[in-house]
């Protein structure tokens, strides 16, 4: 392996396969939002109770433990 590497190239191996996944991770939180917005929005106009929002903050978090349950792991590494 090359001691030396340039860092002008940008992150290579491992760390290029991290980074993606870091950007994958707040992809999928991101995703939750229109689920959380809607959830207020029903709650708000009467549709829906209370408990819908606690329904989608959960949603939430566990995605949120789940993406970050996976940090490391790629191909077997």
């Known amino acids: 392996m090359k001691a030396n590497h340039d860092m002008r190239h940008g992150p290579s191996g491992m760390e290029a396969s991290n980074h993606g996944h870091m950007g994958h991770s707040w992809m999928m939180m991101v995703c939750c939002i229109p689920m ?5 929005v029903l709650v ?11 329904a989608a903050l959960a949603c939430t978090a566990m995605m949120f433990v789940m993406m970050r349950a996976m940090g490391g792991r790629h191909g077997g590494m």
């Not at 708000?44 to 606690?54: E, K, R």
């Open 36 to 40: 959380l917005v809607i959830a207020v």
């Open 44 to 54: 708000v106009t009467g549709v829906a109770s209370v408990g819908f929002i606690f």
